[in-house]
């Protein structure tokens, strides 16, 4: 039992950590909530920054998001639209 415990309580750790850590990617204006898309991109750019093959490791360690919505494109389907604040966008510019 108390591996048991001591192994949720370690992956419940580790969860709340990767939020924490998600939620820096992720700065939205006061009092505005970001959306499950907004989460799901700010995830996916720490996953990347924190994969040890990761080659742009220092470049991501500053770029953080705004927003991120999906747009319709006519007929073709849909694109993802990421928001950079402006004083990231030089880091944004270098890596895309």
């Known amino acids: ?15 709340l950590a990767t939020m924490l850590n998600t939620r820096k990617k992720l700065v939205k204006e006061k009092g505005a909530t970001p959306t499950e898309l907004d989460q799901e991109v700010a995830k996916a750019i720490f996953d990347i920054e924190v994969s040890p093959s990761c080659d742009i490791k220092t ?29 990231v966008w030089k880091v944004v510019e270098k890596i895309q």
């Open 1 to 15: 039992l108390a591996q048991a415990y001591g192994s949720r309580n370690c992956r419940q750790r580790l969860e």
């Open 59 to 87: 470049e991501l360690k500053d770029v953080y998001i705004s927003g991120a919505k999906d747009v319709e494109v006519g007929k073709a389907g849909m694109a993802m639209v990421v928001h950079f604040p402006f004083r």
